[in-house]
């Protein structure tokens, strides 16, 4: 495993030396200007050292800090977006180690696709808002996402076999808002190119006794270079806790409404994107939409019982109804009849339950064990058509919606587990933990007969303190992973009605966790190895989307990252990975063609990674950040026959803050990059673009 990292590394120094030293230069550029501001004519006294804060992760569901886990996990604060304008999931993970997320996709310009250990696949990694799956059984409602009012942002790389079981390979994104007990009012107002603007606020409610409340409410319009592309969303969050001395009760509403313009994804001929078609045509319908109404409420309860053992339950209801009407080219000509389209009507139905039993520690171990269930039923009607659009973009094609659905999908799937975990720490240095979980799931597409598997999934992990001193140390680990997952379903109308093979995943990984001055300088390295069969990936048929097993696949890397807390509150943060994700056997038709792909790269993921990154945000003054994201070179499809080469994009933002408000101004994608970032699922061969250059200007007031 570190020999492959090792090998993989030193070839593509001189590369990456090359490709990286102006986004080197103007980072450093950018840290020399942002310390110069806030320097003191004095040295700056010694500061306290850093306390890391104890955070619950995915990994365990036990509050620990991340360099205690025996894996690679990274927390985000919220008080860092706030710090860096944040707005997207592209924005808030745009620092995070070997994570590339393309924004936009088949799921509209709301949404967004994360690569996660070379992998990027929409359904591949888990997302769970407030401990509550998003999306559920089913694929991650990104759009639906809202990042007000965090408190932080958990990143587990790889997957979580124990505590999520059947939902997760490659990684968990743990969204965390601000508890309900929270003091803090934020009310901002933004307004930013192509009709981009918003208003949003996040407040106190009265008090009850012991309950308290919170709310965030926000109504964003976000525009886009892209002709007739854009989002409209209404968001309001509610958060109600009681706090006693020994338990906690809680409540959560979470209603979303989201109105999207698609885009369209631009063609592929031969070896590039096709230059027959403008950067920003729109191929869709005239008055094309995707629309989703999402409701979610959940309640829950932690409590002490047992002399100190805590037992948690959390459950959640989910509603969602989704409305399309959009179409794609499917002949890069100007003939009659080259593009086609779908309508379709969704609606979804989720519930998750989770209770778990977490004990003290007992002679070095301590215990946890709990059980879950996620269900998810869905049901599609829908129709198919075919319009005619011209190539140059210019002119929406004005269609008739089908009053007739008579097309339909439906799926329903129950996932039900029992699992439990130990840690053994027999020394002070040394940390052994392991969990197993029994899986039993059972699925029916449409009127398919039903499937039923019953198979276990587990971890094992150990990390040792090779020096320990105080807040600082190092610390080597390693762990085991062995995963389980039904296919994913995507209401596609090709009636493809059989249930797909489960995914099934094994995975190692080690590295080196590191801390020093103080805890002001955090280090890691790790680097993994995944053996992937019957991965799930997409096809076309009858020029709807579908999806496929793809055989055999192999993911394997070498990643780092380093953050550093500078003087004048200054932090600064660098990461760098190589990816290798490759096809070991999988044989797929093209042009009726058998083909086996072995020894292929995995479409669409980058070689190499790398991302660098300067805030300054002090509580009062001038603030600053700019961050470089650097993509590697790609292949855009199966038989790595149209290689793209490698691009950078650079954000950045300045503002001002006093007590109470502050000023602001960002902009993302400064160079304007339009490279493909992203491969349709509905348009064969074709691919979303980099988002242009946007820029945001906005107040906060806070109190």
């Not at 980072?27 to 004095?42: E, W």
């Not at 991340?66 to 604060?77: L, N, T």
């Not at 854009?230 to 509610?238: N, P, Q």
């Not at 490759?582 to 042009?591: L, T, Y």
Request: charged content about 20%; some cysteine; glycine content about 8%.
């Amino acid at each position: 495993m570190f020999m492959y990292g090792s090998a993989s590394l030193l070839p593509m120094l001189p590369m990456l030396r090359a490709r990286l030293r102006s986004s080197a230069m103007f980072t450093t550029s950018v840290g020399f200007a942002l310390c110069a501001t806030n320097a003191a004519a004095q040295v700056a006294p010694k500061k306290a050292p850093v306390v890391i804060p104890q955070v619950e992760v995915v990994a365990t569901r036990i509050p620990q800090a991340p360099h205690d886990v025996p894996a690679s996990i990274e927390v985000i604060r919220g008080s860092d977006l706030r710090a860096r304008g944040v707005t997207s999931l592209r924005d808030a993970l745009a620092l995070s180690a070997g994570v590339a997320i393309a924004p936009g996709g088949d799921n509209g310009p709301a949404s967004a696709t994360p690569e996660i250990w070379g992998l990027r696949e929409f359904d591949a990694f888990l997302l769970v808002v407030d401990d509550i799956p998003w999306g559920g059984a089913l694929n991650p409602a990104v759009t639906t996402l809202s990042l007000r009012d965090i408190e932080r942002i958990e990143i587990l790389r790889g997957p979580a076999p124990v505590t999520y079981g059947a939902t997760s390979f490659v990684g968990v994104i743990h969204v965390v808002h601000s508890a309900a007990a929270a003091t803090t009012t934020y009310l901002n107002a933004t307004g930013g190119t192509f009709g981009t603007g918003s208003v949003a606020g996040d407040f106190v409610l009265p008090s009850t006794g012991l309950w308290k409340s919170r709310a965030s409410v926000d109504v964003d319009r976000e525009g886009f270079q892209d002709d007739r592309t854009s989002f409209a969303r209404g968001h309001a969050l509610l958060r109600t806790a009681k706090m006693e001395d020994h338990a906690k009760t809680w409540l959560t509403a979470d209603v979303n409404i989201l109105r999207q313009d698609p885009a369209s994804p631009h063609p592929r001929e031969g070896k590039a994107l096709s230059s027959q078609t403008p950067l920003d045509a729109n191929y869709n319908p005239n008055n094309a939409y995707l629309d989703e109404n999402r409701v979610v409420v959940a309640a829950g309860f932690e409590r002490s019982v047992l002399s100190g053992t805590t037992w948690g339950t959390t459950a959640s209801y989910t509603y969602s109804g989704r409305n399309l009407f959009r179409g794609f080219l499917t002949d890069i000509s100007n003939s009659a009849n080259n593009a086609s389209g779908f309508k379709e009507n969704i609606t979804e139905n989720h519930l998750y339950a989770d209770s778990h039993l977490i004990w003290p520690e007992y002679a070095h171990v301590r215990f946890m064990a709990g059980a879950d269930i996620l269900t998810a039923s869905g049901e599609a009607k829908g129709a198919t058509f075919t319009y005619t659009a011209s190539l140059n973009g210019i002119a929406a094609p004005n269609v008739t919606e089908p009053t007739v659905l008579n097309k339909d999908a439906g799926n329903s799937r129950v996932f039900v587990g029992a699992y439990g975990s130990a840690e053994w720490r027999p020394t002070t240095r040394l940390n052994v933990s392991g969990g197993l979980r029994l899986n039993a799931t059972n699925e029916s597409r449409g009127e398919g007969a039903s499937v039923s598997h019953t198979k276990p999934s587990g971890s094992v992990g150990i990390m040792y303190g090779l020096w320990e001193d105080s807040a600082n140390h190092v610390r080597v680990f390693a762990n085991y992973r062995d995963t389980f997952k039904p296919a994913a379903f995507d209401f596609s109308l090709a009636e493809n009605e059989g249930v797909l093979n489960p995914e099934m995943s094994r995975s190692y990984e080690g590295g080196v966790k590191a801390r020093t001055m103080d805890g002001r300088v955090d280090l890691e390295v790790s680097a993994f190895h995944m053996d992937f069969e019957n991965l799930v990936t997409s096809t076309v048929v009858n020029n709807l989307p579908a999806l496929i097993n793809a055989g055999s696949t192999r993911f394997q890397g070498v990643e780092f990252a380093a953050n550093v807390q500078l003087p004048n509150a200054v932090f600064a943060r660098a990461t760098y990975s190589i990816h290798d994700g490759k096809f070991v056997d999988f044989v797929q038709a093209f042009d009726g063609v058998p083909t086996q792909l072995a020894g292929k790269r995995f479409e669409m993921s980058a070689k190499a990674l790398a991302s660098a990154g300067l805030t300054l945000s002090p509580e009062q003054g001038f603030i600053a950040h700019a961050s470089m994201n650097y993509t590697g070179n790609r292949y855009l499809n199966k038989r790595n026959s149209a290689l793209v080469p490698a691009f950078s994009t650079i954000d950045a933002g300045v503002g001002f803050r006093t007590a109470i408000t502050e000023f602001r101004v960002d902009g993302r994608n400064l160079g304007n990059r339009r490279d493909a970032v992203s491969e349709s699922e509905f348009g064969d061969a074709q691919y979303y673009r980099m988002t242009a250059r946007t820029v945001r200007a906005g107040v906060v007031v806070k109190y």
